[in-house]
């Protein structure tokens, strides 16, 4: 018999997390955790990503910033790839015997269009 992973809302992870933050919390974290049928660990996971996270919130542009660098380079590399998949595929077309200047040449005053 398996046990199937539960999943838990986002709203309901920062409930709980909010719920152990609390200042004057007369509750200790394994109480919430039993509570609410999730593990203390859990919990305690949560409270961390929740804590690393929380600049995020209260500076939102410093993080899409961040993101957009990381396309910008995403995407040099992908032209990069692109470019050598090109001159690959060029090389692999290209008859071995002729340059592909020449063939391509051969081609049009043939009258025939070569790629």
């Not at 200790?28 to 919990?43: G, R």
């Not at 929380?54 to 790839?81: F, T």
Request: hydrophobic fraction near 40%; charged fraction near 35%; include cysteine.
């Amino acid at each position: 018999m398996s046990n199937k992973r539960r999943q838990f809302s986002s709203e309901f992870k920062v409930k709980l997390v909010l719920e152990v933050l609390k200042i004057k919390n007369e509750k200790p974290l394994n109480q919430i955790a039993k509570e609410h049928n999730v593990l203390p660990k859990n919990l305690i996971n949560w409270k961390l990503q929740f804590l690393e996270n929380a600049e995020i919130a209260m500076e939102p542009s410093k993080a899409v910033k961040e993101y957009k660098e990381q396309i910008k380079e995403l995407e040099k590399k992908v032209d990069k790839y692109a470019k050598t998949v090109g001159k690959l595929t060029v090389e692999r077309d290209c008859p071995r015997a002729l340059p592909c200047g020449v063939v391509a040449s051969l081609g049009r005053a043939m009258g025939k269009h070569v790629a």
